[in-house]
Structure formats: C-alpha cells, structure tokens
C-alpha cells in the first residue's frame, strides 16, 4: 500500500457550532474579512450568527458579500484589495462554492502579490491568511479543499488554483442554514457532491482510504434520493447531505474530480448550466464509459447507491433534473474540444479521448 492523506481542516459539525465555539474563530485574528454572496448569509441567519460571535470575541470584521456564481478573478482581485485596504488578519467565508471559492483565492491575494497572468501558474509561496469556512450548501465540499476555481474567460472554461495552502483553517457544518435552500439548488449540490465522490472513486489517485470515504458519502447521498425526488427534506435529510458532501469534498481534495468535471465546465461557462446540473447530465453516460474497461468498480459505485444497472441510476438522475437542455452539434463539438485539454482528464482510470467525450455529449443532449 503506497498513500499520503493530508487534511488539515479541523471541522466541527452540529447544531449551532459557531456560537458554541466561539474560542475556535477568536484564535484566528483580530479583523475578518466575511466573505459571502449577495444575499443568502443575511437571509439564513449564518451571517448573524458570524457576527454575534464576533462581536462577543471582539473581533473586528468587514463585510465583502458581492461574490457571484461561478466567482470571477475580477471579484477576487477586488476582495484582496478590501482585505489590503482594511488590515484583515483572518478570512470567513460563508455560502455556497462561489463565496467559499472565492475566500481562498482572497486570503492568497491578500498575502502575496500575485500578477494575474500568473494566478492559474500553481507556483505560490505558502502565505496565505487564515480561515474559517461555513458551507451554506451541501454540494462542493470547498470547504475542506484546496480548490479555488475560478471563471477562465482567457481559456473559456473554469480553471482551479490549487495549493496546499489553501486548505481552510476550521469548517462549520450546520445544516441549520440549508432549511430555506430552495429545492433545485438542494439537488444541483447534492448531484455535485454525489459526482466528487463517484468520480474519486473511479480516479486512478484513489486510495482505499479514499474510497472507504468516498463509499460513506455515496451510501449518504444515496439515502436521501427519494426525498429530493418528493422534495420533501428533513432535518435528518439535510445533515446527510452536507455530511456526505464534506466527506466527497475530502475525497477530491487527494483524487481530484475526473472527465465529468471537465466536461461540466464547458457546460457552465457557455450555457450557464448549474456547476452540479451539469455533472448530474453527464455522470451516468460516463459511467456506462467507464463500465466497458471497469465493471467491477461501476458496480461496486452502483451497488453503494442500492442500484442494480446504471439504467436504474439514469432514472433518478432524471427524475431529479428534469428536462434536458437543447445543444447543437457545433456547441457539443466545441464542448468536447476544449474540455479534453483539462487536467482532470488523466485523472481518470479510463482516460477518455475526445471522440468519447463527443459521443457522452451527444447522446445525453440527443445531438
Ligand atoms: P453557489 O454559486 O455558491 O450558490 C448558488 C446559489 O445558492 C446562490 O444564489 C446563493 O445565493 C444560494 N444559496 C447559497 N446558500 C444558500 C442557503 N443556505 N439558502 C438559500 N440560498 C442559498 O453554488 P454552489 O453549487 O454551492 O457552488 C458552485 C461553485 O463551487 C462553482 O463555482 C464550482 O466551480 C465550485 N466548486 C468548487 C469545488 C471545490 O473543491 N472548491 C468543488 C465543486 C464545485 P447568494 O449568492 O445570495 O449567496
Ligand atoms: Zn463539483
């Protein structure tokens, strides 16, 4: 057996975890740089929480909440100068993907300078300031990734800084704030968190340490399928998925994603499809890819899910996405084009070539 696992984040899971370790976000600095999106942190009571805390720690903060899906580098350079400007010695990030995405980017800004031709070089010294993450939904698993990705205008994709360093400090899951998440962006995330965990187990980086996490999350996901279907979600629905989605998220961060992402990216940045919608349309044409050279581990994925075939799997994928979107042959041919010079694609322990990535395109949008 020849492995490394290195996860630095401490995370703390529960009922209103940041009021109850307060002591955890007052060893990180005296001045927050919050970062979040437009309006959900103020909405589901996460903000306030971060606040309160702050304040009884007397901590100083500043406000940055105007990152948007799929973050650009325009707002994180933005963001790096509020935390300059202001003399931030710690970052908090709250929300989705975008803002805590977004936050890791700020806190390496915000310590080196970084010209932005060289923001995607991966060559960073470690400096980067600390922090403290709180998943709004249960999806990306960000919060303990080293992933910050970002939208590429310059290559017309996402592309990923990745180091290291940017591990956050401390992760906060509370499913609490997810009660009022609306029922497309519950299934678009957990579809997401369902593919890093799908996908890092058919990554040719898996270990079976990764994959015993990757199974946990997978049987999690799995068992609130129904619920999303119904779109009736419980408490107990939501701590599941946002459990199942840090632990997907732990998955990646040592497999990284595969084919599906790539692939997804294109779909993303052209035809602004959801980040986990878009996966969620590929994943069961990649796997029946994957099936031919690797059956054993299909059915070991499927298996996890209580799913005989990947027809059966298919059917809930459809159930939960609805009805596809329409795509011309020039738009699929363009996808799969660019979408076979990303990284990820060696990832996979079937490397796809581009006319695989064409036919997977093609036969899910009926090209
Ligand atoms: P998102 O873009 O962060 O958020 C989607 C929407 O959900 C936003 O409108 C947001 O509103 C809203 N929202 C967030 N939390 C909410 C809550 N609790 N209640 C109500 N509304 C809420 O979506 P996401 O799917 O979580 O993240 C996608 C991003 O993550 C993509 O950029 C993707 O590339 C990235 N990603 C990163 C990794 C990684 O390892 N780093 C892995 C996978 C995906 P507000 O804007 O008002 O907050
Ligand atoms: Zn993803």
Not at 112 to 130: C, H, M, T
Not at 235 to 264: C, E, F, P, W
Not at 319 to 327: D, F, Y
Request: net charge negative; with cysteine; hydrophobic share 40%.
């Amino acid at each position: 057996m020849n492995f490394q696992f290195y996860m630095p984040t401490r995370i703390i899971m529960g009922e209103n975890c940041i009021n109850n370790n307060a002591a955890a976000i007052a060893a990180l600095g005296k001045k927050a740089l919050i970062v979040t999106g437009k309006h959900s942190a103020e909405n589901n009571g996460s903000l306030k929480d971060v606040t309160q805390v702050l304040e009884k720690n007397a901590q100083q903060y500043v406000l940055f909440n105007r990152v948007m899906s799929n973050p650009t580098i325009d707002c994180v350079y933005e963001g790096a100068q509020i935390a300059k400007d202001h003399g931030v010695d710690f970052i908090i990030a709250i929300g989705g993907g975008s803002p805590m995405d977004a936050a890791k980017s700020i806190a390496l800004l915000a310590s080196q300078e970084i010209a932005r031709q060289d923001l995607f070089s991966g060559k960073y010294g470690d400096k980067v300031l600390p922090m403290a993450f709180i998943p709004t939904t249960a999806g990306t698993g960000s919060e303990v990734t080293q992933y910050s990705i970002l939208t590429n205008d310059a290559a017309q994709t996402k592309t990923t800084v990745a180091s290291p360093a940017l591990f956050p400090n401390i992760a906060f899951l509370d499913g609490k704030y997810m009660d009022a998440l609306g029922l497309t962006t519950t299934i678009n995330t957990a579809v997401d968190a369902l593919s890093h965990a799908v996908e890092g187990m058919l990554s040719n980086r898996a270990s079976q340490l990764t994959d015993m996490i990757a199974a946990q999350s997978i049987g999690k996901i799995a068992s609130c399928f129904e619920s999303l279907k119904s779109g009736n979600i419980s408490t107990k629905d939501r701590q599941n998925l946002l459990y199942g989605s840090t632990l997907a998220g732990m998955v990646i961060a040592h497999t990284g994603t595969t084919a599906v992402h790539s692939m997804g990216y294109s779909l993303t940045y052209f035809r602004d499809i959801d980040h986990g919608r878009a996966n969620g349309l590929l994943l069961a044409e990649f796997l029946k890819l994957v099936k031919c050279q690797c059956p054993e581990k299909i059915q070991q994925i499927l298996s996890l899910m209580g799913y005989e075939n990947i027809e059966a799997f298919e059917e809930i994928m459809n159930a939960l996405l609805g009805e596809k979107e329409k795509m011309t042959l020039e738009e699929v041919e363009k996808f799969a084009s660019i979408a076979i010079k990303a990284k990820n694609i060696s990832n996979c322990i079937v490397v796809p070539t581009q006319e695989d990535l064409l036919k997977i395109y093609k036969t899910v949008f009926s090209v």
